[in-house]
């Protein structure tokens, strides 16, 4: 089957029918799930042995570094915060303010949240850094379903619309659009798409777990603001990442550049997140890092989600070197859609996006087919490229499942199994993808592209 996309395609869909079957209905861990469905559908694909074990190896290691070492901070900085109590307190604070404010709930302050980090270079990366805060928004509870999904939704809307990501970047070079454009398009666009993710996540039955509570010598001295401030600064970090990518270099070039770009890497995040936590509070953190059984119980928690996380890596490396995207996008070049042109770029990215999972990919592949048939389109002038980035940034967050680790990243976050991440977390974001199309074609008419 090697040098036959279409069939690899069909061939993937199935494979991941099966995966979810059986790690919904077996109980399979995703794990070995995922390595062996990756296995299985490089050795029918028509990969050797040796190039096989190669590109999944890169891709499982890539991962493991990014965004692997953010998860562990993570889970460090979320089980100190309940060690020493920090997490209780900054729990008591946001209700407070709530109730003296009427503040927004919960599921809106994950998506305001959302918006915000999705700002930052990699969507997973940023999604680990928040999941500390998760518990305090929620209420105090361990797990909440709901704010989980409209977190993850959000960022998903800000990472693929808002003009200081990787994503719309790269479709905004490519096709030489006009950055001011984009932006006035495609912030309010990204706002709608956040108000979806809180509503969407709110349909969705909350899930809720009392914490197992620590003896209580172990609860005290926790500081939230040094909870806040330890989940704040990486996250800073990773966003003033996101601004040195510009191509336009708005932080300066040369040395400058390589410094922006190097403090929002994933060690840096790690020093910084967790740092902050132990010099916040050194005492209790430092007797806390001093049990081998707490941290023992720390590396054992989140041990699954992080080989998980990588063997998805190693399939999304291996569903891009097929080429099947690229080939099911040339044939989405050739339909025929009547005025509604925008619609072009976002089926085309939409599709690279699902069958090979990384969104970067699919936007940098899908503006270079797009960019010479925009005349054609109906989109050569000046809005009419800002609308084709927009619906290429739309379609690149369309649709997140089985090969991209934020999938499995958000399932694990909200104690989700397969079937039900496919419902809340695909669904959620192919109803976004629809959303944005639509406003797009909207806007497009209104604009007279017709």
């Known amino acids: 089957m090697y040098g036959m996309p279409l069939a690899q395609a069909l061939l993937f869909l199935i494979s991941a029918v099966i995966l979810i079957l059986v790690t919904q209905w077996r109980h399979f861990h995703p794990f070995p799930a995922i390595v062996a469905m990756a296995s299985v559908f490089g050795f029918i694909a028509g990969y050797p042995t040796a190039q096989l074990g190669n590109l999944f190896g890169s891709g499982f290691s890539e991962k493991i570094y990014s965004p692997g070492l ?28 709530r109730l003296r404010r009427k503040g927004l709930g919960s599921n809106w302050m994950a998506g305001l949240l959302g918006l915000i980090g999705g700002i930052g270079a990699s969507p997973a990366t940023a999604f680990a850094l928040l999941t500390p805060l998760l518990r305090p928004i929620g209420g105090g509870t361990v797990r909440r379903e709901d704010n989980t999904i409209a977190l993850a939704l959000a960022i998903s809307a800000s990472h693929g619309l808002i003009l200081l990501t990787p ?6 070079a490519i096709l030489d659009a006009e950055w001011d454009r984009v932006a006035l398009f495609g912030v309010p666009l990204a706002i709608l798409l956040v108000a979806f993710a809180a509503v969407f996540a709110g349909w969705l039955p909350a899930v809720k777990t009392a914490p197992e509570p620590l003896p209580a010598a172990e609860r005290k001295g926790g500081s939230a603001i040094v909870l806040t401030l330890a989940v704040a600064a990486p996250l800073s970090l990773l966003l003033v990442q996101s601004l040195g990518d510009i191509p336009s270099e708005p932080l300066g070039g040369g ?18 997140g967790v740092g902050i936590m132990v010099l916040g509070q050194p005492r209790q953190s430092l007797s806390l890092l001093g049990d081998a059984a707490w941290t ?8 699954g989600i992080l080989l998980t996380v990588c063997a998805a890596g190693g399939l999304q490396r291996l569903c891009q070197q097929t080429g099947m995207a690229e080939m099911v996008g040339e044939h989405l070049l050739g339909w025929h859609v009547g005025a509604l042109g925008v619609l072009v770029p976002f089926l085309v990215a939409a599709a690279m996006k699902t069958l090979q999972g990384s969104s970067l990919v699919a936007a940098i592949a899908t503006a270079g087919m797009v960019q010479p048939i925009l005349l054609p389109l109906g989109l050569g002038d000046a809005n009419g490229k800002a609308l084709a980035a927009l619906a290429i940034g739309a379609g690149a967050m369309t649709v997140c499942h089985i090969n991209d680790e934020f999938f499995w990243l958000v399932s694990a976050s909200a104690g989700l199994r397969p079937l039900r991440g496919i419902a809340a977390i695909s669904l959620g974001t192919l109803l976004q993808g629809i959303i944005a199309a639509t406003a797009l074609v909207m806007l497009s008419l209104l604009l007279g592209h017709s």
Do not use: K, Q
């Not at 994503?167 to 905004?172: F, H, N, R, T, Y």
């Not at 390589?258 to 790690?270: A, H, M, S």
């Not at 023992?296 to 041990?303: D, H, S, T």
């Open 255 to 272: 040395p400058a550049r390589e410094l922006v770009l190097g403090i929002g890497r994933p060690l840096i995040l790690f020093l910084v």
């Open 296 to 303: 023992g119980r720390i590396f054992g928690n989140v041990a």
């Open 167 to 172: 994503v719309p970047i790269a479709a905004v």
């Open 70 to 97: 953010a998860i562990v901070a993570a889970a460090l900085i979320a089980g100190l915060a309940e060690g020493t109590a920090a997490s209780d307190r900054l729990t008591a604070t946001i209700a407070r303010w």
